[in-house]
């Protein structure tokens, strides 16, 4: 489509606000200020006929959409008409967990700014990082006139493998609901509609529409949905997005447990829960269930809340009230984002996508690991003479991830290789961004002779690596939303690649741009070791700027890292079995339409670590990983000192951070708490962390205050319970470290769901 015929399907397509004096007083109420938002909500749907109302509860896939009547529509994840008479707009939905996603560019030429991936976010442990990212995200939306955006992905990632880690922000449910609670707090200060998903426990894509996860509720309480629970709390989400999956034998959109009893009952949730595209499996069990709204109805095997939903409210099967509750959920959100009283643009906005570019940029810069220095090879130094860069294409841009938070960059693809076959074929492309680390470098040491590989050939590049002073092997591992990596090794033959390097040139450093953890059989050989995460649009600008120590690493990691798959709690994919089941049939000839399931036959995945997830999980197995959660060098060093504990009814810690070193740099100081869960597993939580810079001998004064959910447990049908008694508690700069180490003595305390 062409640019001019975008903007005229926009102009078509935007909901009008109708004068006073067609209103009538239940429409005046609804456009009261002074009301407040339920109260205004509930006088729109008083003024709402039954069609109205049955309209607003499904909407359209567009790239599939039939609609009986002509509607313009942007291509795009999703819409639903507004209802002019009464002011509600049309909702235009768009992915964007990374930027406004164009997957496959549907919306031929529209760009926008890529972020690194979620978990470079996560890694920053810097929430106004995140707030940033969501802000940003937010005005290139509205400047596009999108105004719900399916953003705030706060899925912990409880297997190193997970193809959609990338999306997430980590294993542990403090940091993941902070930095999603801000990032989707910056989204909705643009006055548009964010969602939190994938609610809940889709922790792999492997069978993702058919599997049953099994879990303990109270374990599930205190590890994923606490996660979500802090990111409602901060971010105040107009709208959840159920899950694909089911949750202790019920679909995760129709879980009356999950969407009626945690979400609305005892969070006392009042937006909307719309279905992920295909996850609608029922009427009357969803809409009794929980589910407020189906998205993407063609994706379903049928349009559930369409002429099936009218007749069992025909039928009495649904109540009318039901009805009015999910209609008043919906306006509730559109209401409370501040979206019905600033309405998007009817037209297109500019973008400055120069200011936006440094928000990426300072995202993976914060965000970038560096894991291994030895010798301090790093930073190098501008008058290095002969560099040579292998691999990754590293020439030409950097790596993304796949799936719907595609983003199409501003400066264009350079790299895009189309999938032949796996569930993701349909709507993802191995895609890499426009931001060359061999030109960043070229820019940053102009004196250096700077030159590439491709490294498709090891002998090739070990031998240019014997020519230069120092090799810098950029290995990658691409994954994607829908299917998740058989194994936890880098593709092709890069590690004998990285091998062959690092034995021809000891000052060999690598920079691993992926979506979460792989095995490195090569380490010991490698002095330097960088995680850069997918980075972004501006990705080769910041590790240019990390190596050569324009900026000095303050990156931790947001998962564990694992030394080899088998010392996660399950090492591969369940599923894959079923999975390469379907394929051999479909290449066999079975042309059956497998849709959303991918021919996988439904199976359980079984989480019998509980609350006990990532760090936790390896501590309680006695298991040292390769580098654990909340590691990450500096190009300086940091000392903790004078701890001071405040007790009783609240936890408080004071402790003294300061800058041992001669470069200013940023710290992550971490607090922990030895505490006991449902399960009875007296572990080591997270209750605390903090992120600033210092100037070399700088000391600053930290206090922390501990939200006692983290160390509570949860007993089903009472809520949060914290034991009176005395806690271990350590400040320390990853998980595991005791740096300053004390005990609180804390009164009892019993807090609601």
């Given at each position: 489509?062409?640019?001019?015929?975008?903007?005229?399907?926009?102009?078509?397509?935007?909901?009008?606000?109708?004068?006073?004096?067609?209103?009538?007083?239940?429409?005046?109420?609804?456009?009261?200020?002074?009301?407040?938002?339920?109260?205004?909500?509930?006088?729109?749907?008083?003024?709402?006929?039954?069609?109205?109302?049955?309209?607003?509860?499904?909407?359209?896939?567009?790239?599939?959409?039939?609609?009986?009547?002509?509607?313009a529509?942007i291509?795009?994840?999703?819409?639903?008409?507004?209802?002019?008479?009464?002011?509600?707009?049309?909702?235009?939905?768009?992915?964007?967990?990374?930027?406004?996603?164009?997957?496959?560019?549907?919306?031929?030429?529209?760009?926008?700014?890529?972020?690194?991936?979620?978990?470079?976010?996560?890694?920053?442990?810097?929430?106004?990082?995140a707030?940033?990212?969501?802000?940003?995200?937010?005005?290139?939306?509205?400047?596009?006139?999108?105004?719900?955006?399916l953003?705030?992905?706060?899925?912990?990632?409880?297997d190193?493998?997970?193809?959609?880690?990338?999306?997430?922000?980590?294993?542990?449910?403090?940091?993941?609901?902070?930095?999603?609670?801000?990032?989707?707090?910056?989204?909705?200060?643009?006055?548009?509609?964010?969602?939190?998903?994938?609610?809940?426990?889709?922790?792999?894509?492997?069978?993702?529409?058919?599997?049953?996860?099994?879990?303990?509720?109270?374990?599930?309480?205190?590890?994923?949905?606490?996660?979500?629970?802090?990111?409602?709390?901060?971010?105040?989400?107009?709208?959840?997005?159920c899950?694909?999956?089911?949750?202790?034998?019920?679909?995760?959109?129709?879980?009356?447990?999950?969407?009626?009893?945690?979400l609305?009952?005892?969070?006392?949730?009042?937006?909307?829960?719309?279905?992920?595209w295909?996850?609608?499996?029922?009427?009357?069990?969803?809409?009794?269930?929980?589910?407020?709204?189906?998205?993407?109805?063609?994706?379903?095997?049928?349009?559930?809340f369409g002429?099936p939903?009218?007749?069992?409210?025909?039928?009495?099967?649904?109540?009318?009230?039901?009805?009015?509750?999910?209609?008043?959920?919906?306006?509730?959100?559109?209401i409370?984002?501040?979206?019905?009283?600033?309405?998007?643009?009817?037209?297109?906005?500019?973008?400055?996508?120069?200011?936006?570019?440094?928000?990426?940029?300072?995202?993976?810069?914060?965000?970038?690991?560096?894991?291994?220095?030895?010798?301090?090879?790093?930073?190098?130094?501008k008058?290095?003479?002969?560099?040579?860069?292998?691999?990754?294409?590293?020439?030409?841009g950097?790596?993304?991830?796949?799936?719907?938070?595609?983003?199409?960059?501003?400066?264009?693809?350079?790299v895009?290789?189309?999938?032949?076959?796996?569930?993701?074929?349909?709507?993802?492309?191995?895609?890499w961004?426009?931001?060359?680390?061999?030109?960043?470098?070229?820019?940053?040491?102009?004196?250096a002779?700077?030159?590439?590989?491709?490294?498709?050939?090891?002998?090739?590049?070990?031998?240019?690596?014997?020519?230069?002073?120092?090799a810098?092997?950029?290995?990658?591992?691409?994954?994607?939303?829908?299917?998740?990596?058989?194994?936890?090794?880098?593709?092709?033959?890069?590690?004998?690649?990285?091998?062959?390097?690092?034995?021809?040139?000891?000052?060999t450093?690598?920079?691993?741009?992926?979506?979460?953890?792989?095995?490195?059989?090569?380490?010991?050989?490698?002095?330097?070791?960088?995680?850069?995460?997918?980075?972004?649009?501006?990705?080769?600008?910041?590790?240019?700027?990390?190596?050569f120590?324009?900026?000095?690493?303050s990156?931790?990691?947001?998962?564990?890292?694992?030394?080899?798959?088998?010392?996660a709690?399950?090492?591969?994919?369940?599923?894959?079995?079923?999975?390469?089941?379907?394929?051999?049939?479909?290449?066999?000839?079975?042309?059956?339409?497998?849709?959303?399931?991918?021919?996988?036959?439904?199976?359980?995945?079984?989480?019998?670590?509980?609350?006990?997830?990532?760090?936790?999980?390896?501590?309680?197995?006695?298991?040292?990983?390769?580098?654990?959660?909340?590691?990450?060098?500096?190009?300086?060093r940091?000392?903790?000192?004078?701890?001071?504990?405040?007790?009783?009814?609240?936890?408080?810690?004071?402790?003294?951070?300061?800058?041992?070193?001669?470069?200013?740099?940023?710290?992550?100081?971490?607090?922990?708490?030895?505490?006991?869960?449902?399960?009875?597993?007296?572990?080591?939580?997270?209750?605390g962390?903090?992120?600033?810079?210092?100037?070399?001998?700088?000391?600053?004064?930290?206090?922390?205050?501990v939200?006692?959910?983290?160390?509570?447990?949860?007993?089903?049908?009472?809520?949060?319970?914290?034991?009176?008694?005395?806690?271990?508690?350590?400040?320390?700069?990853?998980?595991?470290?005791?740096?300053?180490?004390?005990?609180?003595?804390?009164?009892?305390?019993?807090?609601?769901?």
């Amino acid at each position: 489509m062409t640019r001019p015929a975008l903007i005229a399907l926009l102009l078509i397509g935007t909901a009008y606000v109708p004068t006073a004096q067609a209103q009538s007083p239940a429409t005046t109420a609804g456009s009261n200020r002074a009301l407040s938002t339920e109260a205004r909500a509930k006088a729109l749907v008083a003024a709402m006929t039954t069609q109205e109302k049955l309209a607003i509860i499904h909407g359209y896939f567009p790239p599939m959409a039939k609609p009986p009547q002509p509607i313009a529509m942007i291509p795009s994840a999703g819409h639903i008409p507004g209802i002019p008479r009464l002011g509600i707009p049309t909702l235009r939905e768009s992915d964007a967990s990374l930027g406004v996603a164009n997957q496959i560019e549907q919306r031929k030429g529209d760009t926008a700014t890529a972020l690194p991936a979620s978990l470079a976010t996560a890694a920053t442990f810097n929430p106004a990082i995140a707030y940033a990212g969501g802000a940003m995200i937010g005005a290139e939306a509205r400047a596009k006139t999108f105004n719900v955006l399916l953003a705030g992905g706060v899925n912990l990632t409880r297997d190193p493998w997970n193809g959609r880690n990338f999306e997430y922000l980590g294993e542990d449910p403090l940091l993941a609901g902070v930095m999603a609670g801000e990032h989707i707090r910056g989204v909705q200060s643009n006055h548009i509609v964010s969602t939190i998903k994938h609610f809940a426990l889709n922790s792999q894509e492997t069978g993702r529409t058919v599997l049953n996860a099994r879990i303990d509720k109270a374990a599930l309480r205190e590890s994923d949905l606490l996660a979500f629970q802090i990111a409602t709390e901060i971010g105040a989400p107009a709208s959840v997005m159920c899950a694909y999956n089911k949750v202790n034998g019920d679909y995760a959109c129709e879980n009356d447990w999950l969407l009626n009893t945690v979400l609305k009952k005892d969070w006392g949730y009042k937006g909307w829960v719309m279905s992920d595209w295909g996850a609608v499996h029922s009427t009357e069990k969803a809409a009794l269930g929980g589910l407020d709204q189906e998205s993407g109805q063609e994706l379903d095997d049928a349009i559930h809340f369409g002429k099936p939903f009218e007749d069992a409210i025909k039928a009495g099967l649904i109540p009318m009230a039901r009805l009015d509750d999910m209609v008043t959920r919906i306006l509730h959100g559109v209401i409370a984002s501040g979206l019905m009283d600033d309405p998007v643009p009817d037209s297109p906005r500019q973008i400055d996508y120069a200011a936006h570019a440094d928000v990426a940029q300072r995202t993976a810069e914060e965000g970038i690991v560096l894991l291994k220095n030895e010798g301090n090879l790093l930073p190098l130094a501008k008058s290095a003479r002969r560099i040579v860069l292998i691999g990754g294409h590293a020439d030409v841009g950097v790596l993304s991830g796949g799936g719907s938070s595609q983003v199409r960059s501003v400066g264009g693809a350079p790299v895009e290789i189309p999938l032949t076959k796996g569930a993701a074929a349909s709507f993802a492309r191995m895609t890499w961004h426009a931001s060359s680390p061999l030109k960043a470098i070229q820019a940053i040491a102009p004196q250096a002779d700077v030159t590439y590989v491709d490294g498709s050939d090891p002998k090739a590049a070990a031998d240019a690596a014997r020519q230069a002073d120092l090799a810098i092997v950029f290995g990658w591992q691409w994954q994607t939303e829908a299917q998740d990596p058989e194994h936890m090794r880098l593709p092709g033959n890069q590690d004998a690649l990285i091998d062959a390097v690092a034995s021809a040139n000891r000052k060999t450093i690598v920079m691993l741009e992926t979506g979460g953890p792989v095995e490195m059989p090569w380490i010991a050989k490698v002095p330097a070791l960088v995680q850069a995460w997918y980075p972004g649009q501006r990705g080769g600008e910041a590790m240019a700027n990390i190596l050569f120590g324009d900026v000095t690493p303050s990156g931790r990691l947001p998962i564990t890292f694992p030394v080899r798959a088998d010392q996660a709690p399950r090492p591969e994919p369940l599923g894959l079995a079923e999975l390469h089941a379907a394929d051999a049939r479909r290449e066999a000839g079975d042309t059956a339409n497998y849709g959303m399931t991918g021919g996988v036959a439904p199976f359980a995945v079984d989480y019998p670590e509980g609350a006990e997830v990532g760090y936790r999980w390896y501590a309680m197995k006695g298991a040292k990983p390769l580098f654990p959660f909340g590691y990450g060098l500096s190009y300086t060093r940091f000392t903790y000192a004078n701890l001071t504990v405040q007790d009783g009814a609240a936890l408080t810690v004071s402790f003294d951070v300061t800058n041992a070193g001669n470069r200013s740099g940023a710290d992550v100081p971490q607090l922990y708490v030895q505490a006991k869960g449902s399960a009875g597993v007296n572990g080591w939580r997270l209750a605390g962390f903090d992120k600033f810079s210092l100037s070399p001998g700088e000391t600053r004064r930290i206090t922390m205050t501990v939200d006692p959910r983290l160390i509570a447990r949860f007993e089903e049908g009472t809520g949060w319970r914290l034991d009176g008694g005395n806690y271990a508690l350590a400040v320390g700069h990853h998980a595991g470290d005791l740096a300053l180490k004390g005990v609180a003595r804390l009164d009892p305390v019993n807090l609601k769901p």
